[in-house]
């Protein structure tokens, strides 16, 4: 093999191939890095929130909203488990400490209605900010990774898809406009994702 990307640099350090193709299509990978583990992190900490905005659905009007949430909740999930390999592949890794992973994730928004915890409409209003600050992010790695990291893409595609379909939801509950929901045959059905986010088991 004669191309220089394969050899390493020194004898201590890991030749990975798999970084150095993508720097040698223009990539910035440890912005890269940077913005998947904050995806990360607002990913889990959204699966984290909904899990108590869903409890607090409650009475005839948060009845109907529960199954809705929990099928954005688990894909949150999904999201979360689908970019953990990509990660340290690229040479990153989840911050040691737990506090710091979910305060970089700014999601205090989500947390209950302060005047009245079930408030329905307040609710689906906070997982709608969620679902459109996530499409956001996505969208990012996208952007950054079109054309250079086939890999990344990939996973940010398929997320990036889901996200979309769950801000089509809260959309159609908040204002009426119509989503072409299918309901998911399962909560965690993730059709886009699955693949992703095989560590799931389901
Ligand atoms: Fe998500
Ligand atoms: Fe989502």
């Given at each position: 093999?004669?191309?220089?990307?394969?050899?390493?640099?020194?004898?201590?350090?890991?030749?990975?191939?798999?970084?150095?193709?993508?720097?040698?299509n223009g990539l910035?990978?440890?912005?890269l890095?940077?913005?998947?583990?904050?995806?990360?992190?607002?990913?889990?900490?959204?699966?984290?929130?909904?899990?108590?905005?869903?409890?607090?659905?409650?009475?005839?009007?948060?009845?109907?909203?529960?199954?809705?949430?929990?099928?954005?909740?688990?894909?949150?999930?999904?999201?979360?488990?689908?970019?953990?390999?990509?990660?340290?592949?690229?040479?990153?890794?989840?911050?040691?400490?737990?506090?710091?992973?979910?305060?970089?994730?700014?999601?205090?928004?989500?947390?209950?209605?302060?005047?009245?915890?079930?408030?329905?409409?307040?609710?689906?209003?906070?997982?709608?900010?969620?679902?459109?600050?996530?499409?956001?992010?996505w969208n990012k790695v996208c952007n950054v990774t079109a054309g250079k990291d086939p890999?990344t893409y990939d996973?940010a595609k398929?997320?990036l898809?889901?996200?979309?379909?769950?801000?089509?939801?809260?959309?159609?509950?908040?204002?009426?406009?119509?989503?072409?929901?299918?309901?998911?045959?399962?909560?965690?059905?993730?059709?886009?994702?699955?693949?992703?986010?095989?560590?799931?088991?389901?």
């Amino acid at each position: 093999m004669s191309s220089d990307i394969v050899k390493g640099d020194t004898k201590d350090e890991a030749n990975v191939v798999g970084i150095k193709v993508l720097e040698k299509n223009g990539l910035d990978v440890k912005q890269l890095v940077d913005m998947l583990i904050y995806n990360a992190s607002v990913e889990f900490a959204a699966y984290y929130y909904f899990t108590n905005l869903r409890m607090h659905c409650t009475g005839f009007d948060g009845e109907s909203i529960k199954g809705i949430i929990e099928d954005a909740r688990m894909e949150d999930l999904s999201h979360f488990e689908s970019c953990l390999s990509r990660i340290y592949e690229l040479g990153g890794m989840l911050p040691n400490d737990a506090n710091e992973f979910i305060a970089m994730s700014q999601t205090e928004f989500l947390q209950l209605p302060s005047i009245n915890k079930t408030d329905v409409k307040e609710i689906i209003k906070k997982c709608l900010k969620a679902e459109q600050g996530a499409i956001v992010n996505w969208n990012k790695v996208c952007n950054v990774t079109a054309g250079k990291d086939p890999a990344t893409y990939d996973i940010a595609k398929d997320i990036l898809r889901e996200e979309i379909e769950h801000e089509s939801w809260f959309l159609e509950l908040l204002y009426g406009r119509p989503s072409g929901h299918m309901r998911r045959k399962y909560p965690g059905e993730r059709p886009h994702t699955k693949k992703q986010s095989r560590s799931l088991n389901f």
